[in-house]
């Protein structure tokens, strides 16, 4: 148990908003237990690192941030140091041996349990001290070989950002077998919420002056198919796009082959939900598809855009593609780049092919040199930006909605903002040069000029 003074804690989160969702899990299960959270890692007694470990890059920005935190154990006030997440689900035995800085370690299996661990010198539980006679360099270790915790509407959260924008998690995990990904192994099977408890949830949200709510799961589109009271994600969509005073209700991560014309319907018919989808298609080429095993064809891509497309007055549509994964001909390639250039995406990013253990992919001959896959992502953002700055110039002069988010971190005399069709920090900004405005606000403004990603408006 903590002390009778509560402990001073500090969070870094890293990776995808779906941790940052865990970390204010956390963090208020941390409230809840009596620790107060401080802002630098300088007055905190206990620090938290909560790790992604996706691709290569997200691993090493874990373990370099790992070592950064472990320093203010000599140089600040730091007694303790915790790591959790996704990194330490897959490699809890390697980080535990290789960074012994760390005192505990534990993984996505269980984030209330965050209490037990930030208590400096408390026993694990079954009674293991953090450091032992034997072992006093080896951290403890609680960690689930398959995950199976989700959190609800009364799981303690503290959000932390933004006041009125905010994201929610409908379910946990991933039963898709795609070849590249890791995330099954790291979050284990899918688990969705109840309706009601997500929709009990935005309510308190929305009570607490949130005007825009961002869905988020692994796999949004099969939300529901784990249970067995035939929930699915548009009937989820109809409770939540009703909530009283919610203004914005945005979807994150789409399978695309799981879009039943019910779901469009719902996207289309709601006024609450932003016409704004997205969907991680991540290559176009058949042969490419198969290797990735994601189950569905080319065909079954062209149809959804159509569909969505047709249906859906005033759709964004944003994407994601893998560029170099193992078996990418300069063919294929070429197909991807042609695509991307003729269906004119509103919104997309590419990635380069990250070759992750334990993945099928890690196993496929045709390996793709880096370099060359870098210059593929080059050329396909290049072709990306060409459509969305004529995109972009094409809406100088017109009307929007614009949400105000605060200051822009440039200038205090200027406002940033977004319109629907940009989600929060992924999709670029609406600058308000002029005008007058608080953040959670919505006003009216008009596009004055446009570069590739933002826009410039004068509130009207």
């Known amino acids: ?35 107060r959270r401080v802002d ?28 950064e935190m472990a320093q203010y154990k000599q140089t600040g006030a730091c007694r303790k140091l915790v790591v959790t997440g996704c990194l330490t689900q897959r490699y809890p035995g390697e980080i535990a041996r290789d960074l012994p800085e760390i005192d505990h370690i534990f993984g996505s299996g269980d984030f209330s349990a965050i209490a037990r661990a930030l208590a400096v010198d408390a026993p694990g539980p ?3 001290p953090t450091r032992s006679a034997r072992h006093p360099r080896l951290p403890v270790v609680e960690v689930d070989e398959t995950p199976r915790w989700l959190y609800d509407d009364e799981t303690p959260r503290i959000r932390v950002g933004g006041r009125h924008s905010t994201y929610v998690k409908i379910a946990e995990g991933c039963d898709r077998p795609c070849a590249f990904c890791i995330i099954p192994k790291l979050r284990g099977p899918q688990r969705s919420r ?16 949130v005007a825009e709510v961002n869905l988020i799961a692994q796999d949004l589109t099969r939300y529901g198919a784990d249970r067995d009271d035939q929930a699915t994600l548009a009937g989820l969509l109809r409770r939540v796009a009703r909530v009283s005073g919610l203004r914005w209700l945005r979807l994150h991560y789409t399978y695309p082959s799981a879009f039943t014309d019910e779901l469009i319907d719902v996207i289309a018919g ?49 994407t994601t593609f893998i560029v170099g994964h193992p078996g990418e001909t300069d063919e294929a390639f070429d ?21 992750e253990p334990g993945t099928v992919s890690a196993m496929l001959p045709g390996r793709v040199p880096a370099a060359l896959a870098r210059e593929r992502q080059e050329r396909l953002m290049t072709t990306q930006r060409e459509v969305s700055r004529a995109r972009h110039q094409a809406m100088v002069g017109r009307e929007l909605e614009v949400l105000v988010d605060g200051p822009s971190e440039d200038s205090e005399l200027v406002l940033a ?39 410039a408006a004068s509130i009207v």
């Open 417 to 455: 903002g977004r319109w629907y069709g940009q989600a929060p920090e992924i999709d670029g900004t609406v600058f308000l040069g002029d005008g007058e405005a608080r953040p959670g606000q919505f006003v009216r403004a008009v596009v004055t000029q446009a570069t590739d990603y933002d826009l």
């Open 1 to 35: 148990m903590p002390s009778a003074r509560p402990e001073t804690v500090y969070f870094v989160s890293l990776g995808c908003p779906k941790n940052r969702v865990d970390s204010e899990v956390m963090l208020g299960s941390a409230e809840a237990a009596g620790y």
């Open 335 to 355: 197909r991807l780049q042609a695509f991307v250039a003729a269906t004119g995406f509103d919104r997309m990013g590419a990635f380069t092919y990250s070759r």
């Open 270 to 318: 709601e006024p609450a939900i932003v016409k704004y989808v997205d969907v991680p298609l991540q290559h176009i080429d058949d042969d490419v598809l198969k290797r990735m095993r994601r189950g569905h064809s080319s065909r079954v891509t062209h149809e959804l855009i159509e569909r969505l497309r047709t249906r859906i007055d005033g759709l964004v549509l944003r």
């Open 40 to 67: 630098s890692p300088e007055q905190a007694q206990v620090i938290v690192v909560n790790t992604c470990g996706f691709i290569d890059a997200a691993k090493e920005e874990s373990v370099d941030t790992i070592l």
């Open 126 to 128: 079954s009674g293991v």
């Open 194 to 209: 109840d309706i009601d408890s997500v929709v009990r949830e935005v309510e308190h949200l929305v009570a607490e002056g």
